[in-house]
């Protein structure tokens, strides 16, 4: 196999400011954001955001990798077992090897919330559950009302892609999906509607980083 030489860290800035205009990649490297679970959505937003040359992800999930995850997760079938942001973090690490992450292998709740998300300004939300969704939801808009949270409600199924939309709920809060579907008999989640979902959060963090989310 081929040694691979990594480029320097400066030779990646540059690469990316041509990409994005240094204007723009100066926020985003100065962006913390935070995914709340690193399932099918909170994968694809983390390699989307990793990708565009955001500074540091803070990785939040307590599952680890399994076969079932494999249809629509970023993950590989050498991963199965391990801590999902563990492994989230090695897939980065291909493509991003100097950006700052931060993981923690817990489940979050109403107790520790707080202490998890202090230090982010931007955070996903990316459950299955919908009380997970409820409450975190709930626990980021009372706890953090200067914070920015993004969203996902509904992207089960296969139809078209186009009903995936995001809707701007407060100031601070926005929603993505088509708000409608749910996982059935034959409309589970499937890779394609759960990756434009979670594309249309990514876009928006992204967005929120350079301060153009009215566009």
């Known amino acids: ?46 390699i989307a955001l990793a990708r565009c040359g955001v500074g540091e992800l803070h990785l939040i999930d307590f599952d680890r990798v399994d076969l079932s995850n494999i249809n629509r997760q970023q993950y590989a079938l050498c991963e199965l077992g391990i801590e999902k942001p563990a492994a989230m973090e090695a897939e980065i690490r291909r493509f991003s090897p100097y950006i700052i992450i931060k993981q ?24 299955d ?12 808009l009372e706890k953090f009302p200067e914070k920015y949270l993004v969203g996902a409600s509904g992207m089960a199924g ?19 999906g088509d708000g ?10 499937m890779a394609p509607r759960v990756m434009i979902c979670g594309a249309h959060q990514a876009n928006t963090i992204i967005k929120l980083i350079i301060g153009d989310e009215k566009r």
């Open 1 to 46: 196999m081929k040694n691979i030489v990594i480029p320097a860290e400066e030779d990646i800035r540059k690469s990316l400011e041509s990409r994005h205009t240094k204007y723009v990649q100066d926020r985003l490297a100065k962006a913390k954001v935070a995914v709340c679970g690193l399932g099918g959505l909170g994968s694809s937003i983390a």
């Open 104 to 127: 923690d292998f817990v489940k979050i709740t109403e107790e520790n919330v707080y202490e998890l998300l202090k230090d982010d300004i931007y955070i996903c939300e990316a459950f």
């Open 129 to 140: 559950a919908p009380e997970e969704k409820a409450m975190l939801t709930n626990a980021v």
């Open 158 to 176: 296969y139809e078209t892609g186009n009903t995936i939309q995001t809707r701007k709920i407060t100031s601070h809060y926005y929603l993505c």
């Open 180 to 189: 409608v579907s749910e996982i059935k008999e034959n409309a589970g989640l």
